[in-house]
Protein backbone atom coordinates (compact mmCIF):
# COMPACT_ATOMS: atom_id res chain seq x y z
CA UNK A 1 0.00 0.00 0.00
CA UNK A 2 1.22 3.43 -0.79
CA UNK A 3 1.88 5.98 2.12
CA UNK A 4 0.90 9.23 1.45
CA UNK A 5 2.23 12.55 1.41
CA UNK A 6 3.36 14.15 4.86
CA UNK A 7 3.70 17.63 3.20
CA UNK A 8 -0.79 17.38 2.42
CA UNK A 9 -2.55 20.64 3.43
CA UNK A 10 -3.88 23.85 2.10
CA UNK A 11 -5.35 27.18 3.53
CA UNK A 12 -9.18 27.04 2.20
CA UNK A 13 -10.39 30.49 4.72
CA UNK A 14 -10.31 32.43 1.52
CA UNK A 15 -12.26 29.72 -0.18
CA UNK A 16 -15.92 31.75 -0.41
CA UNK A 17 -18.82 33.09 -2.19
CA UNK A 18 -21.58 35.58 -1.95
CA UNK A 19 -25.03 33.84 -2.42
CA UNK A 20 -27.36 35.74 -3.96
CA UNK A 21 -29.74 34.40 -6.14
CA UNK A 22 -32.66 33.96 -4.03
CA UNK A 23 -34.51 34.62 -0.64
CA UNK A 24 -37.19 33.01 1.37
CA UNK A 25 -40.27 35.18 3.39
CA UNK A 26 -42.05 33.23 5.95
CA UNK A 27 -44.53 35.91 5.26
CA UNK A 28 -45.24 34.23 1.74
CA UNK A 29 -43.97 30.66 2.37
CA UNK A 30 -47.03 27.16 2.98
CA UNK A 31 -48.24 26.77 6.26
CA UNK A 32 -46.90 22.72 5.76
CA UNK A 33 -43.09 22.44 5.02
CA UNK A 34 -43.99 19.20 2.60
CA UNK A 35 -45.05 21.76 0.24
CA UNK A 36 -42.30 24.14 0.37
CA UNK A 37 -40.16 21.12 -0.28
CA UNK A 38 -42.24 19.62 -3.01
CA UNK A 39 -41.41 23.31 -4.70
CA UNK A 40 -37.59 23.04 -3.90
CA UNK A 41 -37.33 19.55 -5.19
CA UNK A 42 -38.79 20.22 -8.53
CA UNK A 43 -36.42 23.44 -9.14
CA UNK A 44 -33.80 21.07 -8.39
CA UNK A 45 -34.52 18.24 -10.39
CA UNK A 46 -35.46 20.94 -13.17
CA UNK A 47 -31.83 22.02 -12.66
CA UNK A 48 -29.26 21.23 -15.79
CA UNK A 49 -26.76 22.17 -13.18
CA UNK A 50 -28.07 19.23 -10.35
CA UNK A 51 -26.76 15.68 -11.30
CA UNK A 52 -29.01 14.45 -8.65
CA UNK A 53 -31.60 16.23 -6.69
CA UNK A 54 -32.55 13.77 -5.02
CA UNK A 55 -28.87 12.89 -3.27
CA UNK A 56 -29.49 13.25 0.44
CA UNK A 57 -27.01 12.91 3.33
CA UNK A 58 -28.21 10.58 5.99
CA UNK A 59 -26.50 11.24 9.56
CA UNK A 60 -27.00 8.58 12.38
CA UNK A 61 -25.56 7.25 15.56
CA UNK A 62 -23.63 3.98 15.76
CA UNK A 63 -24.57 1.60 19.02
CA UNK A 64 -21.11 2.94 20.46
CA UNK A 65 -21.77 6.41 20.44
CA UNK A 66 -20.02 7.79 17.30
CA UNK A 67 -22.25 9.61 14.50
CA UNK A 68 -21.99 8.56 10.99
CA UNK A 69 -22.88 10.39 7.65
CA UNK A 70 -23.04 8.92 4.62
CA UNK A 71 -24.93 9.89 1.02
CA UNK A 72 -28.15 7.67 -0.16
CA UNK A 73 -30.43 7.90 -2.48
CA UNK A 74 -34.37 9.70 -1.45
CA UNK A 75 -36.65 7.03 -3.32
CA UNK A 76 -39.96 9.13 -2.35
CA UNK A 77 -41.17 11.55 -0.19
CA UNK A 78 -45.20 12.00 0.75
CA UNK A 79 -46.86 13.41 3.41
CA UNK A 80 -45.87 11.70 5.84
CA UNK A 81 -42.16 12.08 5.80
CA UNK A 82 -38.91 10.61 3.45
CA UNK A 83 -38.06 7.22 1.75
CA UNK A 84 -34.55 5.41 1.47
CA UNK A 85 -33.42 1.77 0.85
CA UNK A 86 -30.58 0.14 2.81
CA UNK A 87 -29.26 -3.07 3.87
CA UNK A 88 -30.96 -3.36 7.16
CA UNK A 89 -27.79 -5.17 8.41
CA UNK A 90 -25.52 -2.23 7.10
CA UNK A 91 -23.44 -0.04 9.27
CA UNK A 92 -26.73 2.54 8.93
CA UNK A 93 -29.19 0.14 9.75
CA UNK A 94 -27.56 -1.22 12.92
CA UNK A 95 -27.05 2.63 14.16
CA UNK A 96 -30.66 3.06 12.93
CA UNK A 97 -31.72 0.07 14.82
CA UNK A 98 -30.09 1.19 18.45
CA UNK A 99 -30.73 4.83 17.64
CA UNK A 100 -33.77 5.55 15.56
CA UNK A 101 -33.33 9.27 15.44
CA UNK A 102 -31.62 10.42 12.23
CA UNK A 103 -30.76 13.85 10.79
CA UNK A 104 -31.07 13.64 6.49
CA UNK A 105 -29.70 16.92 4.87
CA UNK A 106 -29.90 18.20 1.17
CA UNK A 107 -27.31 20.59 -0.52
CA UNK A 108 -28.53 21.99 -3.67
CA UNK A 109 -25.34 24.27 -4.79
CA UNK A 110 -27.04 25.34 -7.69
CA UNK A 111 -30.10 27.16 -5.87
CA UNK A 112 -27.66 27.91 -2.86
CA UNK A 113 -30.60 25.93 -0.74
CA UNK A 114 -30.66 23.56 1.80
CA UNK A 115 -32.87 21.70 3.55
CA UNK A 116 -32.03 19.88 6.99
CA UNK A 117 -34.23 17.17 8.61
CA UNK A 118 -34.36 15.88 11.82
CA UNK A 119 -36.52 12.94 12.10
CA UNK A 120 -37.58 9.28 13.49
CA UNK A 121 -36.52 6.18 11.65
CA UNK A 122 -38.86 3.01 10.68
CA UNK A 123 -39.00 -0.06 8.48
CA UNK A 124 -41.36 0.68 5.81
CA UNK A 125 -44.20 -1.87 5.50
CA UNK A 126 -42.76 -4.97 3.08
CA UNK A 127 -45.34 -4.29 0.71
CA UNK A 128 -43.39 -1.16 -0.12
CA UNK A 129 -40.45 -2.52 -0.46
CA UNK A 130 -41.36 -5.22 -2.39
CA UNK A 131 -42.64 -2.83 -4.64
CA UNK A 132 -39.76 -0.91 -4.63
CA UNK A 133 -37.37 -3.30 -5.16
CA UNK A 134 -39.34 -4.47 -8.16
CA UNK A 135 -38.50 -1.52 -10.03
CA UNK A 136 -34.56 -2.00 -9.06
CA UNK A 137 -32.35 -3.20 -12.34
CA UNK A 138 -32.13 -6.78 -12.32
CA UNK A 139 -27.87 -6.27 -11.57
CA UNK A 140 -28.88 -3.86 -8.94
CA UNK A 141 -31.12 -6.54 -7.65
CA UNK A 142 -28.79 -9.50 -7.54
CA UNK A 143 -25.79 -7.07 -5.84
CA UNK A 144 -28.41 -6.46 -2.92
CA UNK A 145 -28.11 -10.31 -2.57
CA UNK A 146 -23.94 -9.99 -3.21
CA UNK A 147 -22.77 -7.62 -1.08
CA UNK A 148 -23.26 -7.98 2.14
CA UNK A 149 -22.92 -4.36 3.03
CA UNK A 150 -20.30 -3.04 5.43
CA UNK A 151 -18.77 -5.94 6.30
CA UNK A 152 -14.85 -6.15 5.89
CA UNK A 153 -14.05 -7.89 2.39
CA UNK A 154 -10.80 -9.84 0.92
CA UNK A 155 -10.97 -7.84 -2.28
CA UNK A 156 -12.43 -6.84 -5.63
CA UNK A 157 -12.94 -10.37 -6.69
CA UNK A 158 -14.38 -11.80 -4.05
CA UNK A 159 -17.58 -9.30 -5.14
CA UNK A 160 -17.38 -10.19 -8.48
CA UNK A 161 -17.39 -13.66 -7.65
CA UNK A 162 -20.26 -13.34 -5.18
CA UNK A 163 -22.23 -11.14 -7.95
CA UNK A 164 -21.97 -13.78 -10.41
CA UNK A 165 -23.04 -16.71 -8.22
CA UNK A 166 -26.56 -14.99 -7.22
CA UNK A 167 -26.63 -14.65 -11.18
CA UNK A 168 -25.99 -18.67 -11.49
CA UNK A 169 -28.62 -18.85 -8.26
CA UNK A 170 -31.46 -16.77 -9.86
CA UNK A 171 -30.76 -17.21 -13.87
CA UNK A 172 -34.02 -17.37 -15.95
CA UNK A 173 -36.39 -16.26 -12.64
CA UNK A 174 -37.45 -13.17 -10.86
CA UNK A 175 -34.80 -11.87 -8.34
CA UNK A 176 -36.50 -11.33 -5.21
CA UNK A 177 -36.03 -8.88 -2.70
CA UNK A 178 -33.65 -10.20 0.06
CA UNK A 179 -35.09 -9.98 3.60
CA UNK A 180 -32.41 -7.85 4.98
CA UNK A 181 -32.79 -4.92 2.67
CA UNK A 182 -35.77 -2.59 2.18
CA UNK A 183 -36.94 0.48 2.51
CA UNK A 184 -36.87 3.34 5.64
CA UNK A 185 -39.36 5.51 6.31
CA UNK A 186 -38.36 8.92 8.33
CA UNK A 187 -41.23 10.65 9.60
CA UNK A 188 -40.29 14.42 10.24
CA UNK A 189 -40.46 16.39 13.26
CA UNK A 190 -38.23 19.58 12.14
CA UNK A 191 -37.09 20.81 8.65
CA UNK A 192 -34.98 24.01 8.22
CA UNK A 193 -35.13 25.59 4.71
CA UNK A 194 -32.30 27.41 3.80
CA UNK A 195 -31.54 30.15 1.48
CA UNK A 196 -28.04 31.59 0.84
CA UNK A 197 -28.02 35.11 0.79
CA UNK A 198 -25.17 38.25 0.64
CA UNK A 199 -22.93 39.03 3.27
CA UNK A 200 -23.63 35.37 5.10
CA UNK A 201 -27.16 37.01 6.07
CA UNK A 202 -28.61 33.66 5.30
CA UNK A 203 -32.91 33.15 5.50
CA UNK A 204 -33.16 29.85 7.75
CA UNK A 205 -36.94 28.75 7.91
CA UNK A 206 -37.81 25.94 10.52
CA UNK A 207 -40.78 24.07 10.56
CA UNK A 208 -41.67 22.21 14.09
CA UNK A 209 -44.20 19.35 14.20
CA UNK A 210 -45.97 19.80 17.76
CA UNK A 211 -48.03 17.98 19.80
CA UNK A 212 -51.31 18.81 17.93
CA UNK A 213 -49.39 17.94 14.59
CA UNK A 214 -49.69 21.36 13.59
CA UNK A 215 -46.49 22.72 12.24
CA UNK A 216 -44.73 25.74 13.86
CA UNK A 217 -42.82 28.17 11.47
CA UNK A 218 -39.65 29.83 13.42
CA UNK A 219 -36.80 32.39 11.53
CA UNK A 220 -33.38 31.64 12.56
CA UNK A 221 -30.43 33.53 12.85
CA UNK A 222 -28.06 32.86 10.15
Known amino acids: MKTGNENIGEDLSNERRSYEK ?12 MDLFQNWYNQADECDMIEEANAMTISTVRPDGRPHARVVLLKRFTWEGFYFYTNY ?3 KGRAIEAHPDVCISFFWDALERQVIIEGRAEKAPEDASD ?43 DVPRPPHCGLYLVRPVSIEFWQGRPNRMHDRLRYTL ?3 FEWKLERLAP
Request: charged letters at 40%.
Open 22 to 33: YHLDERTVTDNP
Open 89 to 91: RSD
Open 131 to 173: GYFATRPRGSRLGAWASEQSSVVPSREYLDERLEEFGHKFEDQ
Open 210 to 212: EED
